[in-house]
């Protein structure tokens, strides 16, 4: 080891002459295992968060000064390999989660690749990111399909003239998009970080607890988690759940497992400490592994009981995919509920809710083919009506002009609707897209993309179609190799009169139309065919789910299986 790193070493690794720092930890602890990442104490550190710049797009006035703060050289910040390199180091000790920041984590503009790369370390279960949501629309697709599995958005108001106040920029509207495209891509729950303030002064723990129970009287305690930093309470019969975060007033140090690397390759293992170590200028001289791994180990078991300070209170709010209805017959989002109630609105023009139950329908269950199917639909020809009860055109009156179907005496209900397209390509697209190689872009991350805002749009391109809230829009484009094709499937789901069928038929005709778009300079012979309905659920009509029949690929052989000779008594 190098001279310095080993006096550095051997200064860190002193222990205090306190009785207990003098006990060996097996006598502490006779269970704990020996690891570079378990302290003095028993902790075992398996969560890393790692900050990737020191930049921000924003200028909260908690955080920095309108002028922003003298930033570190970009020669002195971790490059992406040391990043990865300290990661890979971190996780063969026993790390398992792994969480970026910043700074403001999306402005590095090789966010993507860290996420991807981060993702293929072996013995990472989590990767997670706090940012301020301003790029999500941008950025948040791509990061999702490099493997990106938690997500947190920094939002301290849902009112735009104050966050604008807050943060010095403007952009509310950006973070909310970025909040409703993470929701409609899965991510739940999405949670909110939140920072409560008085002026300029944070809010106490147990005054924001009883202040809720004020208006929320069954506002309860949940269990946490053995590791959890936050004390968890919800609202009886409420999907979401708030998290206080008290580092100081109520710390919790004794199950601290969160280690911190600094933009500039620090190691802190305690956020309110002083004390660091510089990775970086260990690997800049060329350290090897067992010597990182010893100077990780050294900073580690020097770590403190717990912190001192001031103490601190931030709170997070858990948004979830599906919205209640409401007993006074609107339906809303109550992910937008609760965060704005609680903190920036009067708590008593909450409505009461009652709860809703969702029936959803799997059309790829193995246990379909024993449904029994009347023979009598399968032999009815295509062309022919009952003369007994003729169909009506719901959108056309008795004098046959058009007019926009009355459901003002339908009940609300949970719809879904789920619906299918697909788009030849041919060899050289498949290849190109394959290889997201496409001068436009990636192809299926935009078609989604697209495909949710023709969601969201219908009713303006479809005329006598209403005006939906909807509540999920998930569409997937996948790329089928074997078939040369782009297969786009789209769910849409919502609390409400009438039903989304439209909307997701609506959401695969946009998708595709963006597909073509995106590869008709390649060629113009794509096609676009078999859009349809796959089922739907909800309303008066009932239930309706399409038989799947395979058709043979005739561009294609068939799979078949050689005969085997038979050797043996017969």
Same mark, same amino acid.
């Given at each position: 080891?190098?001279?310095?790193?080993? +006096?550095?070493? /051997?200064?860190?690794?002193?222990?205090?002459? @306190?009785?207990?720092?003098?006990?060996?930890?097996?006598?502490? *602890?006779?269970?704990?295992?020996?690891?570079?990442?378990?302290?003095?104490?028993?902790?075992?550190?398996?969560?890393?968060?790692?900050?990737?710049?020191?930049?921000?797009?924003?200028?909260?006035?908690?955080? /920095?000064?309108?002028?922003?703060?003298?930033?570190?050289?970009?020669?002195?910040?971790?490059?992406?390999?040391?990043?990865?390199?300290?990661?890979?180091?971190?996780?063969?000790?026993?790390?398992?989660?792994?969480?970026?920041?910043?700074?403001?984590?999306?402005?590095? +503009?090789?966010?993507?690749?860290?996420?991807?790369?981060?993702?293929?370390?072996?013995?990472? !279960?989590?990767?997670?990111?706090?940012?301020?949501?301003?790029?999500?629309?941008?950025?948040?697709?791509?990061?999702?399909?490099?493997?990106l599995d938690i997500l947190n958005v920094s939002l301290d108001t849902l009112i735009p003239e104050r966050y604008e106040r807050i943060t010095r920029r403007k952009g509310?509207?950006?973070?909310?998009?970025?909040?409703?495209?993470?929701?409609?891509?899965? $991510?739940?729950?999405?949670?909110? %970080?939140?920072?409560?303030?008085?002026?300029?002064?944070?809010?106490?723990? %147990?005054?924001?607890?009883?202040?809720?129970?004020?208006?929320?009287?069954?506002?309860v305690p949940l269990r946490n988690g053995p590791n959890d930093t936050s004390k968890a309470w919800k609202v009886t019969n409420y999907k979401g759940q708030i998290g206080?975060?008290?580092?100081?007033?109520?710390?919790?140090?004794? @199950?601290?497992?969160?280690?911190?690397?600094?933009?500039?390759?620090?190691?802190?293992?305690?956020?309110?400490?002083?004390?660091?170590?510089?990775?970086?200028?260990?690997?800049?001289?060329?350290?090897?592994?067992?010597?990182?791994?010893?100077?990780?180990?050294?900073?580690?078991?020097?770590?403190?009981?717990?912190?001192?300070?001031?103490?601190?209170?931030?709170?997070?709010? $858990?948004? $979830?995919? &599906?919205?209640?209805?409401?007993?006074?017959? *609107?339906?809303?989002?109550?992910?937008?509920?609760?965060? !704005?109630?609680?903190?920036?609105?009067?708590?008593?023009?909450?409505?009461?809710? +009652?709860?809703?139950?969702?029936?959803?329908?799997?059309? %790829?269950?193995?246990?379909? &083919?024993?449904?029994?199917?009347?023979?009598?639909?399968?032999?009815?020809?295509?062309?022919?009506?009952?003369?007994?009860?003729?169909?009506?055109?719901?959108?056309?009156?008795?004098?046959?002009?058009?007019? /926009?179907?009355?459901?003002?005496?339908?009940?609300?209900? #949970?719809?879904?609707?789920?619906?299918?397209?697909?788009?030849? #390509?041919?060899?050289?697209?498949?290849?190109?897209?394959?290889?997201?190689? /496409?001068?436009?872009?990636?192809?299926?991350?935009?078609?989604?993309?697209?495909?949710?805002?023709?969601?969201? +749009?219908?009713?303006?391109?479809?005329?006598?179609? &209403?005006?939906?809230?909807?509540?999920?829009?998930?569409?997937?484009?996948?790329?089928?190799?074997?078939?040369?094709?782009?297969?786009?499937?789209?769910?849409?789901?919502?609390?409400? *009169?009438?039903?989304?069928?439209? !909307?997701?038929?609506?959401?695969?005709?946009?998708?595709?139309?963006?597909? $073509?778009?995106?590869?008709?300079?390649?060629?113009?012979?794509?096609?676009?065919?078999?859009? &349809?309905?796959?089922?739907? @659920?909800?309303?008066?009509?009932?239930?309706?789910?399409? !038989?799947?029949?395979?058709?043979?690929?005739?561009?294609?052989?068939?799979?078949?299986?050689?005969?085997?000779?038979?050797?043996?008594?017969?």
């Amino acid at each position: 080891m190098y001279r310095p790193y080993f +006096k550095l070493l /051997m200064e860190v690794g002193k222990r205090q002459f @306190s009785i207990e720092a003098s006990i060996p930890l097996k006598e502490i *602890k006779p269970n704990v295992k020996e690891s570079p990442l378990i302290d003095l104490f028993g902790r075992n550190h398996t969560y890393l968060r790692i900050s990737l710049t020191e930049r921000c797009n924003l200028r909260c006035q908690y955080c /920095m000064p309108a002028e922003g703060v003298k930033l570190t050289q970009k020669p002195q910040l971790l490059t992406t390999d040391e990043i990865l390199k300290i990661a890979d180091l971190f996780v063969k000790e026993g790390v398992n989660k792994i969480r970026l920041t910043g700074g403001e984590p999306t402005v590095r +503009k090789d966010i993507v690749d860290i996420v991807s790369n981060l993702k293929q370390i072996v013995g990472v !279960e989590v990767v997670a990111m706090t940012t301020n949501g301003l790029t999500l629309t941008r950025q948040l697709v791509a990061l999702q399909k490099a493997g990106l599995d938690i997500l947190n958005v920094s939002l301290d108001t849902l009112i735009p003239e104050r966050y604008e106040r807050i943060t010095r920029r403007k952009g509310w509207q950006r973070v909310m998009m970025g909040i409703d495209l993470a929701v409609q891509l899965g $991510y739940d729950p999405v949670k909110v %970080n939140c920072v409560v303030m008085r002026v300029d002064k944070l809010v106490p723990y %147990n005054e924001l607890v009883n202040k809720i129970k004020v208006n929320w009287p069954d506002f309860v305690p949940l269990r946490n988690g053995p590791n959890d930093t936050s004390k968890a309470w919800k609202v009886t019969n409420y999907k979401g759940q708030i998290g206080f975060i008290t580092s100081m007033s109520e710390h919790f140090c004794g @199950s601290c497992n969160r280690l911190r690397i600094t933009a500039d390759g620090n190691l802190k293992v305690c956020l309110f400490g002083n004390t660091e170590v510089s990775l970086r200028d260990a690997i800049r001289s060329n350290c090897s592994d067992d010597d990182l791994s010893a100077l990780i180990s050294a900073a580690v078991k020097r770590k403190k009981r717990q912190h001192a300070g001031e103490w601190v209170t931030t709170v997070d709010v $858990y948004f $979830y995919r &599906h919205a209640e209805y409401f007993s006074n017959g *609107k339906s809303t989002n109550d992910s937008y509920w609760g965060i !704005e109630i609680i903190f920036f609105k009067d708590v008593s023009c909450l409505p009461s809710r +009652k709860s809703t139950k969702s029936t959803f329908i799997n059309i %790829n269950s193995t246990l379909l &083919h024993l449904v029994p199917m009347n023979k009598l639909q399968n032999t009815i020809r295509a062309f022919s009506t009952d003369p007994a009860t003729p169909p009506e055109l719901s959108h056309v009156d008795q004098e046959g002009k058009v007019r /926009m179907v009355d459901v003002s005496d339908k009940e609300v209900t #949970v719809r879904i609707a789920r619906a299918v397209a697909k788009v030849k #390509v041919g060899s050289e697209i498949t290849k190109l897209i394959h290889e997201n190689a /496409m001068k436009k872009g990636e192809v299926l991350s935009i078609a989604e993309i697209a495909g949710i805002i023709g969601a969201k +749009k219908t009713s303006e391109l479809i005329p006598l179609c &209403h005006n939906i809230s909807l509540s999920s829009v998930k569409v997937t484009a996948e790329l089928n190799n074997k078939g040369k094709e782009v297969l786009i499937y789209a769910t849409v789901q919502c609390d409400g *009169k009438t039903g989304v069928e439209m !909307e997701a038929l609506t959401a695969v005709s946009v998708a595709a139309l963006t597909v $073509y778009d995106m590869c008709k300079a390649v060629s113009r012979s794509i096609i676009i065919t078999d859009i &349809h309905l796959l089922s739907k @659920s909800g309303g008066r009509s009932g239930d309706f789910v399409k !038989e799947e029949i395979k058709v043979r690929d005739y561009n294609r052989r068939p799979d078949y299986q050689p005969l085997q000779p038979f050797v043996g008594p017969m």
